[in-house]
C-alpha cells in the first residue's frame, strides 16, 4: 500500500471474505520442528521448482494467502516487478525443495520461522541480506529485530509474529477461563468431546509445560515422562479434533466449544463467526508461545536485486497496515498500532499485546528433544477421543 495512496486495508477483509484453508500461514509448523529435528535440512525430495524468472519478476516461496493482494500490486506498480507466489504448508517441506534444488529452485525469497534461520544457514540455503538496501528496517521494532536465531539480521527479517491462546463459546462454558490449567479443566469438563488443539508437537505439549509455569525448551527427560503420561492418559480421552486453523471454519460453524488457536486465526475466526459475541479469546498464562516468520533470500536467487526491493517495500509503515488487515499478525513494524487504530480495524486486541503480556510469550527452539516431543504428540493423536 506504501505509495498506492488508497487505503484499501478495510476492504481487504470483505472483499476476500476471509476464508483460510489448511495451506494458511504457518501450518504445521511444530511437525516442522520434529520429524528428526535439524536433521530434515539433509533431506532430499522431488518437487517442483519456481516459475522461469525475468528481469521483471520475483519469485517468493511462502505459505499459502499470507500476503496482502495490495501489497503485490503496489510493488508491481511502483518497482515494475510481478511477485509470482508458490506455497508451501510446512517448514520442512519448503526445506527439502530447496535441499533438493541446492540453490537452483529460482526462488528469491523464502519464509521460514525464525527458529529455522540457523539450520538454513548451515546448509547455505539462504545468502545474506544487506541491510543498507532496505532503508525501512529502520522501522523495525527493536524487540523484533536481532533475535537469538539471528543476532545480526544478517539473513532474516520479520514478516509477521504471534502467539498462541485458545478460545472458547460461552454459551457452553459460562465461567471465566484465563490460564492453561482452566484450558486443561474446561476440556476435562464442559468441552469434554468438543474440544480441539492446534495440529502441532510445539503447541500441544506447550499446553502443559505453560499450565505447570514449566519452559517448553526444556530439555529435562522428567519434564517429558510426566508431560506425556498427563497428555495420553488425562487430556486426550476429551479432545475432539487437531486443528490448526479453527479460524477458517470449526469457530464460524461453532464444531467446538474450546479451540487453541493462534491469535490471528482466532481473531479471523470470531469475525466471520455470525455471533462474534458468543467468542472469548483468552491469552493464557502464565506462559505462552511468540513465534516468528521471516523473510531470507534463497541462495543462488535469480534477482536479488528486486528481492531487497520487496522487503524494503513491505516494511513500509502503510503497507505493513495493509499485510496486517490481511492476516491478522503483527509486523513487528514501529507506529503501525497506531495507524491501526485509525484506520478502524477490528478486534486489536488479538493482534497487539502489552509489555506485561510479551513478558509471558517466549519463541520456540530446536533441541535434542525435537524427535520426543513428536514421539508424544503422535502418542496422543492416538489416545484422543477413547
Known amino acids: 500500500m506504501s505509495p498506492r495512496r488508497h487505503v484499501k486495508v478495510l476492504a481487504h477483509r470483505e472483499a476476500a471474505g476471509r476464508l483460510r484453508g489448511e495451506?494458511?500461514?504457518?501450518?504445521?509448523?511444530?511437525?516442522?520442528?520434529?520429524?528428526?529435528?535439524?536433521?530434515?535440512?539433509?533431506?532430499?525430495?522431488?518437487?517442483?521448482?519456481?516459475?522461469?524468472?525475468?528481469?521483471?519478476?520475483l519469485n517468493m516461496f511462502t505459505w499459502a494467502d499470507y500476503t496482502a493482494p495490495d501489497t503485490l500490486e503496489g510493488f508491481r506498480d511502483d518497482n515494475g516487478t510481478t511477485v509470482s507466489l508458490s506455497s508451501f504448508n510446512s517448514n520442512e517441506e519448503m526445506i527439502a525443495?530447496?535441499?533438493?534444488?541446492?540453490?537452483?529452485?529460482?526462488?528469491?525469497?523464502?519464509?521460514?520461522?525464525?527458529?529455522?534461520?540457523?539450520?538454513?544457514?548451515?546448509?547455505?540455503?539462504?545468502?545474506?541480506?544487506?541491510?543498507?538496501?532496505?532503508?525501512?528496517?529502520?522501522?523495525?521494532?527493536?524487540?523484533f529485530s536481532g533475535l537469538a536465531w539471528d543476532p545480526s539480521n544478517q539473513y532474516s527479517v520479520c514478516k509477521a509474529w504471534g502467539t498462541t491462546g485458545f478460545v472458547y463459546d460461552k454459551t457452553v462454558i459460562t465461567r471465566e477461563l484465563a490460564t492453561w490449567a482452566d484450558f486443561i479443566d474446561a476440556a476435562q469438563n464442559e468441552a469434554s468431546g468438543a474440544?480441539?488443539?492446534?495440529?502441532?508437537?510445539?503447541?500441544?505439549?506447550?499446553?502443559?509445560f505453560w499450565a505447570n509455569d514449566i519452559d517448553w525448551n526444556t530439555t529435562e527427560e522428567s519434564h517429558y515422562q510426566a508431560c506425556e503420561k498427563f497428555l495420553v492418559d488425562e487430556l486426550a480421552p476429551h479432545l475432539a479434533a487437531?486443528?490448526?486453523?479453527?479460524?477458517?471454519?470449526?469457530?464460524?460453524?461453532?464444531?467446538?466449544?474450546?479451540?487453541?488457536?493462534?491469535?490471528?486465526?482466532?481473531?479471523?475466526?470470531?469475525?466471520?463467526?455470525?455471533?462474534?459475541?458468543?467468542?472469548?479469546?483468552?491469552?493464557?498464562?502464565?506462559?505462552?508461545?511468540?513465534?516468528?516468520?521471516?523473510?531470507?533470500?534463497?541462495?543462488g536467487a535469480p534477482n536479488p536485486d528486486a528481492a531487497h526491493e520487496f522487503i524494503d517495500y513491505v516494511l513500509d509503515p502503510e503497507t505493513s497496515l495493509a499485510e496486517i488487515d490481511w492476516n491478522g499478525y503483527h509486523t513487528g513494524v514501529n507506529g503501525v498500532e497506531n495507524a491501526a487504530n485509525e484506520a478502524g480495524l477490528e478486534m486489536l486486541d488479538l493482534v497487539f499485546f502489552t509489555p506485561e503480556q510479551l513478558a509471558t510469550m517466549s519463541t520456540g527452539e530446536i533441541n535434542e528433544f525435537q524427535e520426543r516431543r513428536v514421539d508424544i504428540w503422535n502418542k496422543v493423536r492416538a489416545s484422543a477421543g477413547r
Open 195 to 208: 474440544t480441539s488443539v492446534l495440529d502441532d508437537p510445539g503447541d500441544l505439549l506447550g499446553i502443559y
Open 242 to 299: 487437531f486443528d490448526s486453523y479453527p479460524g477458517g471454519g470449526a469457530i464460524p460453524q461453532g464444531s467446538f466449544a474450546l479451540m487453541q488457536a493462534w491469535n490471528g486465526d482466532a481473531r479471523i475466526g470470531i469475525l466471520e463467526s455470525g455471533e462474534p459475541d458468543r467468542w472469548q479469546w483468552v491469552l493464557a498464562g502464565p506462559r505462552t508461545e511468540l513465534w516468528m516468520d521471516t523473510y531470507a533470500i534463497a541462495t
Open 23 to 57: 495451506l494458511t500461514r504457518r501450518g504445521f509448523i511444530g511437525g516442522a520442528l520434529g520429524v528428526g529435528g535439524i536433521a530434515l535440512l539433509g533431506a532430499c525430495t522431488s518437487g517442483g521448482g519456481a516459475a522461469a524468472t525475468g528481469s521483471g519478476q
Open 97 to 143: 525443495k530447496l535441499v533438493a534444488a541446492k540453490g537452483t529452485g529460482g526462488y528469491d525469497i523464502i519464509v521460514p520461522t525464525g527458529q529455522f534461520i540457523p539450520g538454513l544457514v548451515e546448509q547455505e540455503l539462504i545468502q545474506q541480506i544487506d541491510l543498507e538496501r532496505i532503508p525501512n528496517f529502520s522501522h523495525m521494532a527493536a524487540e
